[in-house]
């Protein structure tokens, strides 16, 4: 109860948390401060891609922070070098900046469409089109290029510029180019906050195809979906299609802060010196760990990931309880029949699995390298949950 009632006395309400004190993990197994054991299938919203105490990840942090912690962003730096040459390489990106969030890296997609727009169309060219149901992040910028009014609603003036087409539907996307001098068109291959829904294929083509021939940026969003959630490296991967920018955090880092933003040829020389920058971005300890992760998301990894995701998919659909699912990869959300997401949600965690929700769907991020065992005992309990 110490920790419970120190939280509820300093720190800031801003959490709705679940009754329940982590003490200790190993791999997706996770202890609270009774003893009591419980399955994770929330990775810690994607960021323990590859569970708890994963020993090649502690081995590479802890070998970097024998050597030095963190030095500013005005020296060089092999494990910042190392990680932007192993995402471009990855990728077919030309150039990355290191920030420490997913939303700071979305604040850095948006700088640098604004200063594309800015320098091809004109200093009125700065509006970035998202989608409804979007989800970018909590600063007031990010907010605003989020595509639901709920998040609006206490922090008006929000930054101005964002307009929300309609997720796959590409004709709202075209009269949104006409009525506006669009820089930009941000998207989520999965939308993860928004309820877990993967995007067409063909409406992300045709973004693209857009995208070509207004010489609009196309940013990719891949904060929560990406680093091998989908079941690709990256979701947009899945659509065959090539963004100007991609952005990334969450998983990458493992389990510490870390934001990627990645330029492609178009904008890749949007930034010169001084026009952006931050302390931690790139700091040495965080991007060995992001190496020791990146550099084993390999075909292998990603075939796992698709293979447990067509479990989960098949034995959820099956279940009397269960009206919907939806999602890719490890990134599932599942829609119960008669009781709502918050109810299962507490079921499961009385029998001993973590879930987590969005909107009215449970909400399934479990990490990638979960076992099979584990996977079926979580899903079989979740099925219990929902009920008939």
């Not at 309820?195 to 609009?216: N, P, T, W």
Request: proline share 3%; glycine share 10%; aromatic share 6%.
């Amino acid at each position: 109860m110490k920790t419970k009632q120190l939280d509820s006395q300093y720190i800031a309400h801003t959490y709705a948390r679940f009754p329940v004190e982590i003490v200790e993990g190993k791999g997706s197994l996770l202890k609270d401060d009774t003893g009591k054991e419980y399955i994770d299938l929330g990775s810690g919203i994607a960021v323990n891609i590859f569970g708890m105490q994963d020993e090649t990840w502690k081995a590479a942090v802890e070998a970097q922070l024998d050597k030095f912690q963190h030095t500013s962003n005005l020296y060089f730096t092999a494990p910042c070098a190392e990680l932007a040459q192993l995402l471009c390489e990855k990728t077919g990106m030309k150039k990355v900046f290191f920030s420490n969030s997913g939303a700071e890296a979305n604040e850095c997609a948006i700088k640098a469409a604004r200063k594309y727009g800015e320098t091809r169309h004109g200093k009125d060219c700065y509006t970035i089109i998202t989608l409804v149901n979007s989800f970018h992040g909590r600063t007031i910028t990010t907010l605003a290029a989020t595509g639901q009014d709920h998040y609006h609603e206490d922090f008006q003036p929000l930054t101005p510029g964002f307009v929300y087409a309609e997720a796959n539907n590409l004709e709202s996307v075209r009269k949104l180019v006409a009525e506006n001098k669009v820089c930009a068109v941000m998207f989520e291959a999965i939308q993860g906050e928004g309820g877990v829904i993967a995007l067409d294929k063909s409406f992300l083509q045709g973004l693209a195809q857009i995208a070509r021939e207004q010489d609009i940026l196309l940013i990719a969003d891949e904060v929560q979906c990406g680093n091998g959630r989908s079941g690709k490296l990256y979701a947009y991967m899945a659509a065959g299609i090539e963004p100007d920018i991609v952005t990334t955090a969450k998983g990458l880092g493992g389990g510490l802060p870390l934001g990627a933003t990645l330029f492609g040829a178009k904008t890749e020389n949007v930034y010169t010196p001084g026009l952006h920058g931050s302390t931690f971005g790139g700091n040495p300890v965080c991007c060995a760990g992001a190496i020791s992760i990146l550099s084993r998301l390999d075909d292998a990894l990603l075939a796992s990931v698709r293979e447990k995701s067509d479990y989960v998919f098949r034995a959820l659909l099956d279940a009397p309880g269960v009206e919907s699912v939806t999602g890719m990869g490890l990134m599932i959300g599942v829609k119960p029949k008669n009781r709502t997401a918050a109810e299962v949600a507490a079921a499961c965690r009385e029998a001993g699995v973590l879930v987590l929700t969005a909107k009215d769907k449970v909400r399934l991020l479990p990490a990638l390298n979960i076992p099979a065992e584990q996977l079926q005992k979580a899903v079989a309990v979740l099925i219990a949950a929902c009920g008939t």
